[in-house]
């Protein structure tokens, strides 16, 4: 078991790492001195795999939970899932020093979050990420929201966590197709500020695409290590804290534009990284050889690396950048690159650039 | 014009209150840096008696608003209307440092309030309060929300305004019976903090029934002070702060179970306060001839001081309590008064006493 901490000052918690932690949420629990009731939100997908053995651990510590289970997908992150968690909350009576477990991907873990930002003006909450994708990024890090009809995340609230718990264990089910999408925000950890680790990545990812355990972990560890540095330099994104977002500008609008389910996020910011590497080239002089190696390692990990769209699409896709909460003054701004590793943000693109980059 | 400071470190903020204080907003916005798109959330009453100033001073300031008109009165302190705020706001293209101006009484605050706390996890806002009760109480001091079914203000967040008008002027229309209503919370923060502040109530109330300008700017600066002064104290309430909700949580409970509109905020408190001094009386010793003065006052002012319930009303107004959010361990707690002007939190209270102290 490995643990990473997060350092927030009196909102710290610890990332715990390994194969079947959740089995010590119960306990964990205690040990925070919630109290008895609480709900544990998960998805008509992962609920069936895994809430058993949480609400063993949960009764067998002396919780009282509730279970609200959403439909499982990008489309349950909206307003009125929200209601629905809100309500089932109040029915089982949950109070300020009651807690919630978010149970599932990152869809699950932001529509929880903020359920839990909000409730009662704020309740504490665990994650308990069962997909790649959240056990390195989403879970960590405090953001919470879910999407409008008009773009993603344009609704939510910084609310960190109290614990999180990677069971590498809930990773055994998860399909090949989210496993490599999960891939996608490793391989953005060793560009935005760890060349050794992308090189790491460059030579193991056949033992992480096997899911071999010592792999996993070292992995899904090291990246939450690196996004806890940078939330703990920066939490509510006033600078540093955007290198995270490497690659999502794009991201973000191609899933708003193909519509949400699509792609996965994970495969969208593959494609958005791709493009900023190369947009990176362009403007602060990326080397040309970077933007193959960082190519080839999406490749590798079976990710989608372009994008072809018409002129319909490309206008849908600027006002859904326009409308991207890094825009600035009516200005979208980038994250790019000028060595893997090294990052600067803010950085403003033409928008002709930005065709090209999508599409060579 | 007078001014109150509200000392939250970086987050401070001034009140200001005087006549006709809100032709300074587009002045007082420019200064604040925000982005020029904004949002003007009023509701169908207030909306055409202030917003064409409100919105001249905005455009002379080089602001470009929108304005979200919500339905008048509590109902529209809920999720739905939340959304359709949202809604605007995007197609509007408000960004991070776009800002939301809250025109209206407390229901308008409130939500604007929240949904200024949440969309794109926090823009700035400026609470523009244009009832009494909002101007003494729910415009200053970051909490925000709106009802669920279940209970009142069960979602919302600590978000600080950037800054409060309170304009005199927005008073010269409010009905005699919303007026007197805002009197039930002025005539708290002498109970709870300042027995000279009773005083000179129970002395001047007649000039503040008949709205005396100087009167009127005098009582609310005073109540705005002695609320600044506990949230700077205690902005999340884990503690002090909640010697605020004297005579709220049988207030609450009241809304709920008499169905919103029934009671108006302020006259549900005074039912509320009136017997938060009874059980003060049995429990902490609070002196007869106290809470006959108090009682008195609240007479005066023209508001309620006892309600007669039957048994279902009870059990509903039981259960309404249990969901308040100071309720801890399953217990509701009170905040009761061993003099005016010096009360305690946190204190239990038998059931039986509470349906004495409604209806003696």
Excluded at 84 to 112: N, T, W
Aim: with cysteine; glycine share 10%; hydrophobic share 45%.
């Amino acid at each position: 078991m490995r643990t990473v901490k997060v350092p927030l000052g009196a909102r710290s918690y610890s990332i715990v790492i390994g194969r079947r932690v959740a089995d010590r949420l119960g306990r964990a629990c205690a040990k925070l001195g919630f109290s008895p009731k609480c709900a544990v939100v998960t998805d008509t997908q992962v609920g069936p795999l895994h809430s058993a053995r949480i609400l063993a651990s949960l009764r067998k510590a002396g919780f009282s939970p509730v279970v609200v289970t959403v439909p499982a997908g990008e489309t349950a992150k909206c307003l009125e899932q929200v209601e629905i968690c809100y309500r089932a909350l109040a029915r089982h009576r949950l109070e300020r020093k009651s807690f919630l477990v978010a149970l599932g991907g990152g869809v699950v873990g932001d529509l929880a979050g903020f359920v839990a930002a909000t409730y009662l003006r704020g309740i504490p909450f665990i994650q308990l990420p069962t997909t790649l994708v959240a056990q390195v990024d989403s879970s960590v890090g405090g953001k919470t929201g879910v999407n409008l009809p008009d773009g993603k995340n344009l609704v939510g609230a910084f609310h960190q966590p109290r614990l999180v718990m990677c069971d590498l264990a809930t990773l055994d089910s998860l399909p090949e197709r989210e496993f490599r999408a999960g891939i996608a925000e490793i391989i953005k950890y060793g560009i935005i500020r760890d060349a050794a680790f992308f090189e790491q990545l460059e030579r193991d990812l056949d033992r992480l695409l096997a899911r071999e355990e010592a792999a996993l972990g070292a992995f899904v560890a090291r990246s939450c290590e690196i996004k806890a540095e940078v939330v703990g330099l920066d939490e509510t994104e006033t600078g540093l804290r955007s290198i995270l977002n490497f690659g999502h500008t794009l991201g973000h609008a191609l899933e708003t534009v193909a519509g949400y389910g699509r792609y996965l996020h994970g495969e969208a910011i593959a494609i958005g990284q791709v493009a900023a590497a190369r947009l990176s080239a362009e403007l602060l002089g990326l080397p040309a050889e970077a933007v193959e190696r960082l190519q080839a390692l999406f490749a590798r990990a079976g990710l989608p690396t372009s994008v072809s769209l018409d002129a319909a699409q490309k206008k849908r896709l600027l006002a859904a950048m326009q409308l991207d909460k890094k825009v600035s003054g009516g200005e979208i701004r980038f994250v790019l690159a000028e060595a893997i590793g090294e990052v600067r943000w803010g950085k403003r693109v033409p928008e002709k650039l930005i065709w090209r980059a999508l599409a060579p």
